[in-house]
């Protein structure tokens, strides 16, 4: 079965400094990738998604994810925390080819002023 | 541009009761979704639905009830609501084709079951 996995419950990093939060991938095939954030009192809302191509995929607020095939990893990054990336943000994979989605069990990211 | 929206916001209901979330979209997505949040399991799938009046179970269906007479509306129903189903209910919908499995996430429904 698709499955992804988040490490790391809760994260905590120094405003201005790098951000790093981790999933890792179990897919038959080639895998499609997703992270999505959520903010307080929100619904999900998407990031990114690696597909094929580049390894390193760009999105929205700055954020940017490293497909590592060897280690089966699609970590999330940004160069430098802002106190509003504070959020929990969620992996995913597709089921087999279709429009479903498995989400991994979220992190919950705090950006320390 | 109203997008996806889920009423109630909140609701309290009783062991018993039967209760009905509400979703409605304006983009004629194909498909829509109904996820269950819960704390230390992440999002799990209850229902989903390709098209109107098709409609298959997820990860967790068991207890909920799902219809799809029109495109733009996804109603989840707790046909007796359980203590297990406190929960924060999120609607979501996609467009077929390249942009599949982007999905966009109503603000939620929290229902607690008293």
């Known amino acids: 079965a698709q499955s992804v996995a988040q490490p790391e419950d809760q994260v905590n990093v120094a405003e201005g400094n790098p951000l790093t939060v981790k999933c890792t991938y179990s897919?038959?095939?080639?895998?499609?990738l997703f992270w999505y954030v959520q903010y307080p009192n929100r619904g999900l809302q998407f990031l990114l998604k690696y597909i094929t191509g580049d390894n390193l995929v760009k999105g929205s607020y700055g954020f940017e994810a490293e497909f590592n095939k060897s280690q089966t990893s699609f970590h999330l990054k940004k160069p430098s925390a802002l106190v509003s990336d504070s959020a929990l943000y969620f992996c995913?994979?597709?089921?087999?080819?279709?429009?479903?989605?498995?989400f991994g069990t979220g992190t919950r990211l705090t950006i320390i002023p | 541009d109203a997008g996806i929206t889920q009423s109630p916001r909140y609701k309290i209901t009783e062991t018993g009761r039967q209760v009905t979330l509400m979703c409605h979209q304006t983009w004629s997505h194909s498909y829509m979704f109904w996820y269950r949040q819960d704390l230390g399991h992440g999002l799990r799938l209850i229902y989903y639905s390709a098209a109107a009046d098709i409609t298959d179970k997820g990860e967790v269906p068991d207890g909920y009830v799902v219809s799809r007479s029109k495109t733009e509306n996804f109603p989840l129903t707790l046909e007796s609501a359980t203590r297990s189903q406190t929960s924060v209910y999120f609607c979501?919908?996609?467009?077929?084709?390249?942009?599949?499995?982007?999905?966009?996430f109503g603000a939620g429904t929290r229902l607690s079951v008293l």
């Open positions: 995913a994979v597709p089921y087999f080819g279709n429009e479903k989605l498995t």
């Open positions: 897919v038959s095939g080639n895998p499609y």
């Open positions: 979501a919908s996609s467009d077929a084709g390249f942009s599949k499995n982007i999905q966009y």
